[in-house]
Nanobody, 115 residues
Framework: QVHLVESGGGLVQSGGSLKLSCATSGSIFNINFMAWYRQAPGKQRELVAAITVGGGSANYADSVKGRFTISRDNVKNTVYLQMNSLKPEDTAVYYC????????WGQGTQVIVSS
């Protein structure tokens, strides 16, 4: 079992920045892929950014390219999402996801961007 705990969400003005963290614990040795998703009210959950645990290769949704950066610290077993130049349309609950042969989810952290 893998446990994920997100933190770092909050209320920020348009143009501001936030850094989300996802701390992992448990049986993490098989985890090879981690990602951030988000879900806005009335919308489907969407992939924001993803990173491989081993090689560090990252990819991003077009809507966040150039503004968000995903990174991982394999010593601290933590994945981060640095979010810059935030827009009101970035408002959502952000979820951390970890995958091995099973997909694990955190409880989510709310991000609200005011205009």
């Amino acid at each position: 079992q893998v446990h994920l705990v997100e933190s770092g969400g909050g209320l920020v003005q348009s143009g501001g920045s936030l850094k989300l963290s996802c701390a992992t614990s448990g049986s993490i040795f098989n985890i090879n892929f981690m990602a951030w998703y988000r879900q806005a009210p009335g919308k489907q959950r969407e992939l924001v950014a993803a990173i491989t645990v081993g090689g560090g290769s990252a990819n991003y949704a077009d809507s966040v390219k150039g503004r968000f950066t995903i990174s991982r610290d394999n010593v601290k077993n933590t994945v981060y999402l640095q979010m810059n130049s935030l827009k009101p349309e970035d408002t959502a609950v952000y979820y951390c996801n970890a995958r091995s042969t099973v997909s694990y989810w955190g409880q989510g952290t709310q991000v609200i961007v005011s205009s």
